[in-house]
């Protein structure tokens, strides 16, 4: 996909806001702009990780999210996840089935998570538009004990077609809302001792 090449691509900052740092660029062959998000965390890579692998609780922090429900846990590492956007009215709902899948460099401790859309896993649902084309990456780094640097980066093909308000709208809000109610989920008190065991594939 054309936003393999963005890891060169040149990026604008869009918004800053409670620390919270947003970026766009074009990519190639699609009018929708990827986006990168950059924030600090109170927590640890795994810990992080954790919340991020536990989907059937995410819910409680990513944005406009209808349902998010596990498929099929292949380790404690990887994973595949059906979830349901919901848009307003007119637009028609979203959904798509993502492959997670984590991993943790020994030597610096910066935990990575991809989660791009597979197409073909389940059968459509009447009524709601399928994504097939997205992708997503998390790079977590420790920073000091206790606190790392987010960076996350997402390219979606929202499929059909979708009022370019509300395109730029959920471009602007979404990340911001999700940033700031990962921070929240990370505070809860069962969150704290996360931790993952990654396998040692």
């Known amino acids: 996909m054309a936003f393999a090449a963005t890891a060169q691509a040149q990026w604008t900052l869009k918004t800053e806001k409670d620390g919270i740092s947003i970026y766009e660029t074009n990519v190639p062959g699609s009018k929708i702009k990827a986006l990168k998000v950059i924030a600090s965390f109170n927590a640890t890579p795994l810990q992080l990780g954790a919340v991020i692998m536990d989907v059937n609780t995410a819910t409680n922090w990513v944005y406009h999210l209808r349902s998010s429900i596990l498929i099929k ?94 395109v730029n709208s959920f471009a602007t809000e979404a990340p911001l809302k999700i940033f700031k109610n990962l921070r929240i989920e990370l505070e809860k008190p069962f969150r704290k001792n996360a931790d993952l065991m990654l396998s040692d594939n």
């Open 73 to 166: 846990q292949i380790s404690p590492n990887e994973l595949y996840y059906y979830s349901e956007v919901n848009l307003p009215w007119p637009a028609a709902n979203r959904d798509f089935v993502a492959h997670l899948t984590m991993s943790q460099n020994p030597q610096n401790g910066v935990v990575e998570i991809d989660g791009p859309a597979v197409p073909g896993y389940m059968q459509q649902r009447e009524g709601i538009v399928r994504i097939s084309n997205s992708v997503g990456k998390w790079v977590i780094t420790p920073i000091s004990p206790g606190r790392v640097r987010v960076e996350y980066t997402i390219h979606v093909d929202p499929a059909g077609s979708l009022p370019s308000w509300l």
